[in-house]
């Protein structure tokens, strides 16, 4: 996936470069090169834990290929989107399973929101049973989220930054569970090694089985409750 650019969230759209900016910066979209926010993860169904994902070692389905084509955008007075098309194909019992992955970001002038949905279509006939997961990167130092942990079920979390003066909200079309964890890196200073925040990682899950031509569909909506200065927005 290309990244998301500032560019290609505002130009010509009606939204403000500094809204699109706030947002690149709080969810850690970059505005030049990286991975995209809600970065994919194909899990194996029912495995993983909180502490798997702070390693790295979650069970990742092996063999799995993802393949996108380019993305492309929607714009009018009321915001921009961003929409891709991708095929994935995973090993299943010695076959393997095509998925199409239908990915769209909005980018809402009126409410501030950004919005995230992804949907699933099976194409073949025999049914697969999987863990989908979205990653996303915040720049959020919320004291509640600042360890390694995970959730159930949920379809509303809050995160509050009271050192960046800003707050928001986050809520699923589907409950979902999840795993988090500060990504911190260390230096050795003169006085020994010293720890520094860089982000919060969130990693949404949803496990699922789905038949053959069934499609399976989940949204994330991000919207800012405050922000240092809201007339910047």
Not at 2 to 8: G, Y
Not at 106 to 114: E, I, Y
Request: glycine share 8%.
């Amino acid at each position: 996936m290309k990244p998301i650019t500032r560019r290609s969230l505002s130009n010509g759209s009606g939204v403000s470069a500094n809204l699109a900016t706030q947002w690149a910066q709080r969810l850690r979209i970059p505005l030049d090169t990286g991975s995209v926010a809600g970065q994919d993860h194909w899990l194996k169904a029912g495995k993983g834990s909180a502490q798997a994902f702070e390693v790295g070692r979650l069970q990742k389905i092996p063999g799995l290929v993802q393949q996108w084509d380019p993305p492309t955008k929607r714009q009018d007075a009321r915001g921009a989107q961003l929409f891709w098309v991708g095929q994935c194909s995973i090993p299943v019992e010695q076959q393997r399973v095509n998925l199409k992955v239908n990915k769209v970001l909005t980018l809402s002038r009126t409410d501030k929101q950004l919005r995230w949905k992804v949907t699933l279509t099976h194409l073949g006939r025999k049914s697969v049973a999987l863990r989908f997961g979205s990653e996303w990167n915040l720049e959020c130092r919320d004291p509640h989220f600042n360890r390694v942990g995970s959730f159930d079920g949920l379809n509303r979390l809050s995160l509050t930054d009271a050192q960046e003066k800003f707050e928001m909200e986050l809520v699923g079309s589907k409950r979902m569970s999840g795993w988090f964890k500060p990504v911190e890196t260390l230096s050795t200073t003169a006085r020994g090694q010293e720890r520094s925040f860089k982000h919060l990682s969130f990693l949404f899950y949803w496990d699922l089985k789905l038949e053959g031509d069934q499609s399976w569909s989940a949204g994330l909506k991000w919207t800012p409750l405050k922000w240092v200065d809201d007339a910047t927005l």
